[in-house]
């Protein structure tokens, strides 16, 4: 399922497996190998990712990037500064079914492409298409330069052939489906040459047209010009002359899916998008300046479940989990949200870091959005939650009925916040905690903002807790106690890290404890009964630190020369109050430091466990070699072996090394009680020649010199240091 293939030697360069059927089938392929190639002898299905980190894989057009679900994609990850790929590739992506309708997509980072790749995969019709025009072409790209509101008409250009580019980077709305209505899943397919490195992405911003709104101007239409996922936030890259937000339209909710700063809308895994922009993605951007370059790098490529169109997988989050809330707008088999969240650097107007517009749903569609300083707004990040708020609301439809709207995620919220929803025309307030509000909305509201979320909030509240760690790392009997100064009853919403309440109690008229709790981060908030007051006290429970096990021995091999051997055994260990040494031989002792003799020479494992306070335990390992030297008698030099030998001239003690190896050796010298007198000495490439050993001040000395090759060979002498 994994190959690497890493090293500096010489390799085989055809890579050939077993093949059946359709080709061979591999999670991930890595190549580190500098100025070296590998190629792919017949068709490999990529199914994880192929890493080029140095050295150059030649497809010889045998490669494929499979696309087994809309979640499992095979990539190109990161090419290396040394690293490429050479010949073409067939790139997969796989479209989810749903409901039939426009999609934007491009080119699966595969460049000299045209339309005629996804011919056979789906029906594409223009007017000079194979396949006919009947009056609908069903690929349009997007002119930002026509100028004009974003949605002019004019700004969408259809191809005229399927022989048209399929430009890297440039993004495509493609009319996808198998039926009229609802659509399976589709597989679109394209062969051609990897684009790899550095890719710039060039936006314009055309300022003519109708409209005063920022909205109507800079918007391009881009695609992610590589066969793999990449960050928008990496794309972006900071870059102040483009906007913060992106903007996917997803058929299967009739309009535009939007993320900005953490903050998607809708969520994901309900039609939403976050961070990481699929192979094949186009998405929509918006400048700020005339000319704009977004460069695309090798190293924002990322791996991501993320799905094509529907976009389901994992989000990514800022580094400060926002405080997020949503209004839904539902009626008429109908829906639609928009997001607020609140954030230190918010603002009560227009910001390119911390707002998403409103592009809407599909003409006749139910929208509900924002409305601020004459913008209205998909995601608005509004300053932090330390005040009170008075957010218009926009609710529009075409179809005159009763619908609701709905407030979800307010757990993000103190929950002693009011949330309350004002209705302009009735003059009724609706608390969106309770439950949702129901009116009639005619088709001509679309002008003026209807409604008002009014969000209440008194943070003077006066507040005191105390806790108490748990006993032992992983015991749950931590306990946390809160409670607000004044005339009560409070009420006590207990959250964890997550913002997840765990446990509420409502008007209570003293404090309130969480019991029975494992160490982490914990909240309260606390508002008093009946009121918009509130309070919040964060808490950390720490938890007893686990041992931890760290053992060495003074010598890892010593030479069994008499009855015994004595090898000493030191102990690190953090977090410890009592310990347990096995010496490898059936036998054991209690205590920190030790020293052991051996009667027998072997290859001894010795473990120590290290017990904490707590009766949880950790264990390391040692292994110690003691070496038979029972037919080395006292001499000055010991007989030469094979390939090595100990002797001594004018210099001192040294190893001959009679032979040149890849391998390494080790050379020890050690006294009669497994003392090391040197430090060992580490020969990385064993070569024929002399390796003197800087014995130093120890005459009339019993030493035992030993040599062990990581080939397994061993040499060893007893001498006397004269």
């Not at 991930?28 to 190998?33: H, K, P």
């Not at 870059?239 to 939007?258: E, F, K, L, M, R």
């Not at 039609?271 to 300046?289: D, E, L, T």
């Not at 950790?618 to 030469?640: H, Y």
Request: aromatic share 8%; glycine share 10%.
């Amino acid at each position: 399922s994994n190959i690497s293939i890493g090293g500096t030697g010489v390799i085989t360069n055809t890579l050939k497996m077993t093949q059946s059927g359709t080709g061979s089938y591999l999670n991930n392929l890595t190549l580190n190998r500098a100025n070296r190639m590998v190629t792919l002898g017949n068709t490999l299905n990529i199914t994880g990712a192929m890493t080029p980190t140095n050295g150059t894989v030649t497809t010889s057009g045998n490669l494929i990037l499979k696309a087994l679900s809309s979640t499992s994609v095979g990539r190109i990850a990161v090419i290396g500064a040394t690293g490429s790929v050479s010949g073409t590739a067939k790139a997969e992506m796989y479209a989810k079914g749903g409901l039939t309708g426009w999609t934007v997509i491009g080119s699966p980072g595969l460049t000299g492409r045209t339309f005629t790749d996804w011919d056979d995969n789906t029906t594409i019709t223009c007017l000079n298409c194979p396949d006919g025009h009947f009056g609908f072409t069903s690929v349009y790209w997007y002119n930002e330069t026509i100028g004009g509101l974003y949605d002019n008409s004019l700004r969408y250009i259809p191809i005229t052939n399927i022989t048209d580019a399929m430009t890297i980077g440039k993004g495509f709305w493609l009319y996808l489906g198998t039926s009229t209505v609802n659509t399976a899943d589709i597989l679109l397919d394209a062969t051609g040459s990897v684009n790899q490195k550095n890719f710039p992405i060039t936006l314009t911003r055309t300022n003519v047209g109708g409209g005063t709104q920022a909205n109507d101007h800079g918007f391009n239409l881009i695609c992610n010009p590589y066969p793999s996922p990449i960050l928008w936030t990496s794309l972006r890259n900071g870059n102040a002359n483009v906007t913060n937000a992106i903007y996917v339209y997803n058929p299967d909710i009739s309009g535009h899916a939007t993320y900005v700063n953490g903050v998607s809308s809708p969520v994901v895994g309900s039609g939403g998008m976050g961070n990481s922009i699929p192979i094949g993605q186009s998405f929509f951007v918006k400048a700020n300046a005339a000319s704009v370059t977004l460069t695309a790098l090798e190293t924002y490529k990322t791996a991501s479940t993320q799905e094509l169109l529907k976009l389901n997988g994992q989000q990514t989050q800022s580094a400060t989990n926002p405080m997020v809330m949503r209004l839904h707008a539902n009626g008429h088999n109908m829906a639609w949200e928009t997001a607020v969240y609140f954030d230190a650097g918010g603002s009560l107007n227009y910001d390119d870091f911390y707002d998403a517009l409103y592009m809407g749903p599909d003409l006749g569609f139910l929208g509900i959005s924002t409305y601020l300083g004459g913008f209205e707004f998909a995601i608005k990040g509004m300053p932090a939650l330390n005040q009170n708020y008075g957010i218009p609301v926009k609710v529009k439809t075409d179809s005159t009925d009763t619908y609701s709207i709905s407030a979800s995620d307010l757990q993000n919220l103190p929950t002693g916040a009011c949330i309350m929803l004002h209705d302009n025309y009735t003059g009724l307030d609706q608390d969106l905690r309770v439950g949702a509000y129901n009116c009639t909305i005619n088709d001509t509201e679309k002008i003026a903002a209807r409604f008002v979320l009014n969000i209440t909030i008194n943070n003077s509240l006066s507040l005191s807790g105390n806790s108490v760690d748990p006993t032992c790392h992983n015991a749950a009997d931590g306990m946390i106690t809160a409670s607000a100064t004044g005339t009560g009853p409070w009420n006590y919403y207990w959250k964890d890290a997550q913002n997840n309440i765990i446990k509420t109690s409502l008007n209570k008229a003293g404090a309130d404890t969480l019991a029975n709790v494992n160490s982490g981060n914990y909240s309260v908030d606390i508002n008093t009964a009946g009121s918009c007051d509130n309070g919040t006290v964060n808490f950390v429970l720490n938890s007893q630190n686990a041992p931890m096990a760290s053992c060495g021995a003074v010598s890892n091999s010593v030479v069994f020369v008499s009855d015994s051997v004595d090898v000493t055994f030191t102990n690190s260990s953090t977090n410890g109050v009592s310990y347990w040494w096995e010496f490898g031989d059936g036998t054991g002792a209690s205590c920190f430091d030790t020293t052991y003799s051996y009667s027998a020479p072997g290859e001894y494992e010795v473990t120590l466990m290290t017990i904490g306070s707590c009766g949880d335990t950790s264990i390391c390992s040692q292994l110690i070699t003691v070496i038979d030297g029972s037919g080395v008698g006292v001499a000055a030099v010991a007989e030469p072996s094979k390939n090595m030998f100990i002797s001594r001239d004018e210099e001192g003690f040294y190893v001959q090394f009679a032979d040149s190896k890849n391998s390494g050796a080790y050379i020890s010298v050690q006294n009669i009680l497994g003392e090391k007198i040197i430090a060992d000495q580490r020969i990385e490439h064993v070569s024929k020649g002399k390796v003197h050993l800087p014995i130093g001040e120890t005459a009339d000395k019993v030493l035992i010199i030993s040599v062990v090759t990581d080939a397994g060979e061993k040499t060893y002498c007893k001498v006397i240091n004269y």
